[in-house]
C-alpha cells in the first residue's frame, strides 16, 4: 500500500514557474516509480513525466521535455515536478501516480494522489 499526498499547485502568470510535490509513504521501494499526470477540463488524463526511486531515472512527454523536470529526494520519499515557462494550456488538475516500473502507461500506475489544482493565468 501507498499513500501520496500532493501540495504546491496554484495560481501562476504566464511565463512563470510552479514547483509540485507528491510525498510518498508505505510499499514505496515495492511501488519503484513515481509518475506525474494531469487532466485539463474535457480532456483525457495525460502523461507528464516519471522517476524511479532506485536509479532516478526519467521519462517526459515529447511535448513536456525541456520546460518541466521531474526528481526526487529519496530521503524525504518525496518526487518533484518542477514546471517553468507556464502556459495556459499547462492548466489542468495534476496527479502523482505510484507504480512498480517507470512507463507513459497510466493503466501501470496503481496507487494515485488527490491532485492539485494549476491554473496558469494572467
Known amino acids: 500500500q501507498v499513500q501520496l499526498v500532493e501540495s504546491g499547485g496554484g495560481l501562476v502568470q504566464p511565463g512563470g514557474s510552479l514547483r509540485l510535490s507528491c510525498a510518498a509513504a508505505?510499499?514505496?521501494?515495492?511501488?519503484?516509480?513515481v509518475a506525474w499526470f494531469r487532466q485539463a477540463p474535457g480532456k483525457d488524463r495525460e502523461f507528464v513525466a516519471a522517476?524511479?526511486?532506485?536509479?532516478?531515472?526519467?521519462v517526459y512527454a515529447d511535448s513536456l521535455k525541456g520546460r518541466f523536470t521531474i526528481s526526487r529526494d529519496n530521503a524525504k520519499n518525496t518526487v518533484y515536478l518542477q514546471m517553468g515557462s507556464l502556459k495556459p494550456e499547462d492548466t489542468a488538475v495534476y496527479y502523482c501516480?505510484?507504480?512498480?516500473?517507470?512507463?507513459?502507461?497510466?493503466?501501470?500506475?496503481?496507487?494515485w494522489g488527490q491532485g492539485t489544482q494549476v491554473t496558469v493565468y494572467a
Open positions: 501516480a505510484a507504480g512498480p516500473k517507470v512507463t507513459i502507461e497510466s493503466r501501470e500506475y496503481h496507487y
Open positions: 508505505g510499499t514505496i521501494f515495492s511501488n519503484n516509480a
Open positions: 522517476i524511479n526511486w532506485s536509479g532516478g531515472d526519467t
